[in-house]
């Protein structure tokens, strides 16, 4: 691939996390397009089309997509850290927190 | 720019042209199959379509094995069919419902014949004649209107969300705002995001019908207990960077661009109006496609990010990924690359939604798919409830 500066997209500017455009290393600096333009310094190695916190995010803080809740923070994620399965979690279909209530 | 686009297709008795002009060979149930594949490989011409399951099926699975069964043989692409039955009650009922449609049909009923031998024998006589009658049709031009397109995405990732299913949505738009069918389904991906696509629901009946769905498909898992996570997003969603179905579901939405919601449709059922539909079908894509094309979809539009090869038996099905790793991996398969989408700022998605609906305009007149070269074809009816 050409060798054109790492870049993430933003598809809202309410959105908290952004998808990266090519294969990130830690302490690259990410050019943010789409809905706004910003950058983000990557905190870990993250792939190709996952996602990275755009600013800091709360435990149990909403993740914001779409400019909607795709779910919520299971732990504290850093400006720049990798945004996926082992640190938020989805809030629909969960018959097993259904069992718990 | 896209005014004009037209194509050329096979004319049928009643409804939409074919894009494809094929004699289907078609199991009532999986006991035939081995006669179905038999007759389909002595005779050219042919698109054999067998099922697994069918007997002992009872209340909304019997209904919905049937409708689809009908629906596939009525598909615009087949030209004529030959119904393949084990006994007469069941191969009657589906011939029965293909009588609508209006096109040539034949049945041989193999435990009524005497036997394998005889109903290779007795179904690829009529087969070749069915065949032979096909044969004579020829394509003419017809317009946009006349193409009902099925939204299909599978092997999702960020990629499908960001790129490859929005384009989709802008050919669907054009197909809609031409005066043709769009069709969306997947009820699961529809979870966490909903409340968006309700509120584009021409009427509040339409409305309810579709928010009644996605509810009745997620009471299910919470009321066995049951935690989707893992099985959607699937683990090929998941190493391809999406994390819950809700964002799954908002990526995938996308398929059905912008225009309004006119009908519900249930799992193998067809429209009676054109513009944008949603059909209630499983998210697997196999069982998916399957139920489009007994919509009556004439064409597929299926998007896949990390790579999902199957296309559907009766429809042709036009690959399409964003993501340059695909494109290049799966280049076999993929029929339409949209990475640039993404790797390029100045490629506009206007322009490349016309440079898809030309292609489909030329897969509709007959070019053929990837797919339909290398047989990456399939069909499964869903199945719903225990049979007895």
């Given at each position: 691939?050409?060798?054109?500066?790492?870049?993430?997209?933003?598809?809202?500017?309410?959105?908290?996390?952004?998808?990266?455009?090519?294969?990130?290393?830690?302490?690259?600096?990410?050019?943010?397009?789409?809905?706004?333009?910003?950058?983000?310094?990557?905190?870990?190695?993250?792939?190709?089309?996952?996602?990275?916190?755009?600013?800091?995010?709360?435990?149990?803080?909403?993740?914001?997509?779409?400019?909607?809740?795709?779910?919520?923070?299971?732990?504290?994620?850093?400006?720049?850290?990798?945004?996926?399965?082992?640190?938020?979690?989805?809030?629909?279909?969960?018959?097993?927190?259904?069992?718990?209530? | 720019?896209?005014?004009?686009?037209?194509?050329?297709?096979?004319?049928?008795?009643?409804?939409?042209?074919?894009?494809?002009?094929?004699?289907?060979?078609?199991?009532?149930?999986?006991?035939?199959?081995?006669?179905?594949?038999?007759?389909?490989?002595?005779?050219?011409?042919?698109?054999?379509?067998?099922?697994?399951?069918?007997?002992?099926?009872?209340?909304?699975?019997?209904?919905?094995?049937?409708?689809?069964?009908?629906?596939?043989?009525?598909?615009?692409?087949?030209?004529?069919?030959?119904?393949?039955?084990?006994?007469?009650?069941?191969?009657?009922?589906?011939?029965?419902?293909?009588?609508?449609?209006?096109?040539?049909?034949?049945?041989?009923?193999?435990?009524?014949?005497?036997?394998?031998?005889?109903?290779?024998?007795?179904?690829?006589?009529?087969?070749?004649?069915?065949?032979?009658?096909?044969?004579?049709?020829?394509?003419?031009?017809?317009?946009?209107?006349?193409?009902?397109?099925?939204?299909?995405?599978?092997?999702?990732?960020?990629?499908?969300?960001?790129?490859?299913?929005?384009?989709?949505?802008?050919?669907?738009?054009?197909?809609?705002?031409?005066?043709?069918?769009?069709?969306?389904?997947e009820t699961w991906?529809?979870?966490?995001?909903?409340?968006?696509?309700?509120?584009?629901?021409?009427?509040?009946?339409?409305?309810?019908?579709?928010?009644?769905?996605?509810?009745?498909?997620?009471?299910?898992?919470?009321?066995?207990?049951?935690?989707?996570?893992?099985?959607?997003?699937?683990?090929?969603?998941?190493?391809?960077?999406?994390?819950?179905?809700?964002?799954?579901?908002?990526?995938?939405?996308a398929k059905a661009?912008?225009?309004?919601?006119?009908?519900?449709?249930?799992?193998?059922?067809?429209?009676?109006?054109?513009?944008?539909?949603?059909?209630?079908?499983?998210?697997?894509?196999?069982?998916?496609?399957?139920?489009?094309?007994?919509?009556?979809?004439?064409?597929?539009?299926?998007?896949?990010g990390v790579g999902?090869?199957?296309?559907?038996?009766?429809?042709?099905?036009?690959?399409?990924?964003?993501?340059?790793?695909?494109?290049?991996?799966?280049?076999?398969?993929?029929?339409?690359?949209?990475?640039?989408?993404?790797?390029?700022?100045?490629?506009?998605?206007?322009?490349?939604?016309?440079?898809?609906?030309?292609?489909?305009?030329?897969?509709?007149?007959?070019?053929?798919?990837?797919?339909?070269?290398?047989?990456?074809?399939?069909?499964?009816?869903?199945?719903?409830?225990?049979?007895?």
């Amino acid at each position: 691939m050409e060798s054109a500066k790492l870049a993430a997209f933003l598809i809202h500017a309410s959105d908290n996390v952004v998808t990266l455009l090519g294969q990130g290393k830690e302490g690259d600096d990410c050019d943010v397009h789409g809905a706004r333009r910003s950058s983000v310094v990557l905190k870990e190695d993250i792939q190709y089309g996952h996602k990275v916190a755009l600013r800091d995010i709360a435990q149990g803080e909403s993740i914001v997509k779409y400019a909607q809740t795709i779910g919520r923070a299971t732990q504290p994620i850093p400006a720049g850290r990798w945004v996926h399965v082992h640190n938020i979690e989805s809030l629909r279909g969960r018959g097993d927190l259904e069992e718990q209530r | 720019m896209t005014v004009g686009v037209s194509f050329l297709g096979y004319p049928r008795p009643r409804g939409v042209p074919g894009i494809r002009n094929h004699v289907a060979i078609l199991s009532v149930m999986d006991n035939v199959n081995p006669v179905t594949r038999g007759i389909a490989h002595n005779v050219a011409g042919t698109l054999p379509i067998t099922m697994l399951f069918g007997r002992g099926q009872y209340g909304y699975d019997r209904e919905v094995t049937y409708r689809t069964l009908a629906g596939l043989g009525a598909n615009p692409n087949i030209a004529a069919v030959l119904v393949v039955g084990l006994e007469s009650t069941s191969a009657d009922e589906v011939v029965a419902r293909l009588e609508e449609s209006g096109k040539p049909c034949d049945c041989i009923v193999v435990a009524e014949m005497g036997g394998t031998i005889r109903a290779l024998e007795e179904g690829t006589r009529k087969a070749q004649r069915l065949v032979i009658e096909a044969s004579r049709l020829r394509r003419r031009e017809y317009p946009l209107s006349q193409l009902r397109m099925g939204l299909e995405c599978g092997g999702s990732d960020t990629t499908s969300g960001l790129a490859a299913n929005p384009l989709m949505g802008r050919v669907a738009d054009t197909l809609i705002d031409h005066g043709g069918t769009a069709i969306i389904s997947e009820t699961w991906e529809f979870v966490g995001a909903e409340h968006l696509f309700a509120e584009r629901a021409q009427d509040p009946d339409v409305k309810r019908e579709f928010l009644d769905r996605i509810r009745s498909a997620e009471n299910n898992a919470l009321s066995r207990g049951l935690d989707v996570r893992g099985t959607n997003p699937s683990p090929d969603n998941i190493r391809g960077g999406l994390s819950t179905i809700e964002e799954k579901s908002l990526g995938a939405m996308a398929k059905a661009g912008s225009r309004p919601l006119v009908g519900v449709l249930d799992y193998g059922e067809p429209p009676h109006l054109s513009g944008l539909h949603y059909m209630d079908t499983p998210a697997a894509a196999v069982e998916s496609m399957t139920g489009l094309s007994a919509g009556g979809c004439q064409v597929l539009l299926f998007a896949t990010g990390v790579g999902n090869t199957i296309d559907c038996t009766t429809t042709p099905t036009i690959k399409i990924t964003a993501n340059r790793n695909t494109a290049v991996a799966l280049a076999d398969n993929i029929d339409f690359d949209a990475s640039a989408l993404l790797d390029s700022q100045e490629v506009r998605m206007d322009a490349m939604a016309d440079q898809l609906l030309e292609f489909v305009a030329d897969v509709a007149s007959g070019t053929l798919t990837k797919g339909e070269v290398l047989k990456q074809q399939e069909l499964a009816i869903s199945r719903f409830q225990p049979s007895t």
